[in-house]
């Protein structure tokens, strides 16, 4: 049976376009690829473009080589993090060459510097995707992070062989190393009532991930800021029958100042009155207590509010 005119272009019309979109998507699949290399080796001519190229086995030197005019460093490298290389390789694993590309060049040069990669004097932006070339599963979001953005790469903070902490290889101990940078900080600390970071009881990367990650000054947690606090402060962890809502809106730091401050508790006023009454004080002032928003002499709100980071039995957080 012969099928009408009209039914027979409107077939061959959806076969043509079919077609036509098969073949678009093997241009932008095939362009997509194109691309992938080109990003990878960086602009023409650059020092990103030239480690991305393949050495061949013969570009490389090995340790042993590298040892006989880097003598201090080679024998430091014995307790280094990174002698593992080694070991993840087999025994024609290379050390020095993974960070500082394939030796020959310079060592036919007689130690020319400009034909080796020297991680030290290298621009922040080579250093980190040299560095990250191993640990970018460890720090997935360094390149986002504020440090990657002011230009602070892993050099500034790393040594690899002339560190103080042998663990992280750090330049120097913390919170030294970040109160180099963060002096804003380092005031807080010298305040009466502060977390016990500079006796070494507290590390600043306990509370904050340096690398990098989603929460603001680049906190831990990625899901709740406030279980940066309570991982410690256990009692206030909950979840409560009764939440304090400012707790899971503004956070800990609604009322408390995390580094220092000059108030018991860390708080942020003075007296935990002022403190309440910001949110409180039309409650406050028809109290019998008469609590107004003046009122830091009187008795304390959590005289009889004891619970208020959240009950399990009053809905007032009574006692």
């Given amino acids: 049976m012969q099928l009408p005119i009209h039914r027979v272009n409107a077939r061959e019309a959806a ?6 979109l098969r073949a678009g998507w093997i241009l932008l ?106 640990h970018a599963g460890a720090h997935p979001d360094f390149e986002r992070s504020p440090h990657a953005r002011a230009g602070v790469g892993c050099a500034n903070c790393h040594s690899i062989h002339h560190s103080e902490e042998t663990a992280e290889l750090l330049k120097a101990a913390q919170p030294t190393l970040c109160f180099q940078c963060h002096t804003d900080v380092r005031a807080s600390f010298n305040m009466p009532f502060h977390h016990k970071v500079p006796e070494g009881l507290v ?15 680049n906190l831990r947690s990625r899901n709740d800021s406030n279980q940066i606090c309570t991982k410690c402060h256990t009692e206030m962890r909950g979840p409560f029958v009764y939440e304090h809502t400012p707790i ?33 004080s039309p409650v406050a002032a028809a109290t019998v207590h008469g609590m107004g928003a003046g009122s830091s002499e009187l008795t304390p709100c959590t005289d009889c509010h004891t619970y208020i980071h959240g009950s399990n039995l009053n809905v007032a957080f009574l006692r």
């Fill in 29 to 134: 699949l095939a362009g997509g690829l194109a691309c992938i290399p080109a990003r990878a080796a960086g602009p023409k001519g650059s020092a990103a473009a030239d480690t991305a190229k393949p050495a061949a086995a013969s570009d490389y030197v090995g340790a042993d080589v590298c040892a006989t005019c880097h003598e201090a460093e080679a024998k430091n490298f014995a307790g280094n993090p990174h002698r593992k290389m080694v070991l993840m390789q087999g025994a024609n694993g290379v050390t020095c060459e993974n960070c500082h590309g394939p030796g020959r060049a310079h060592v036919e040069g007689g130690g020319d510097v400009t034909r080796i990669f020297n991680p030290g004097k290298g621009a922040p932006k080579q250093v980190d995707q040299t560095c990250l070339g191993c």
């Fill in 248 to 280: 899971k809106g503004e956070g800990c730091m609604g009322c408390h100042t995390p580094h220092g401050s000059q108030n018991a508790r860390l708080l942020n006023m003075p007296s935990v009155n002022m403190l309440c009454n910001q949110c409180h």
């Fill in 15 to 20: 076969a043509s376009g079919r077609r036509v």
């Fill in 203 to 217: 590390k600043c990367s306990d509370c904050h991930d340096v690398h990098g990650t989603f929460e603001k000054s």
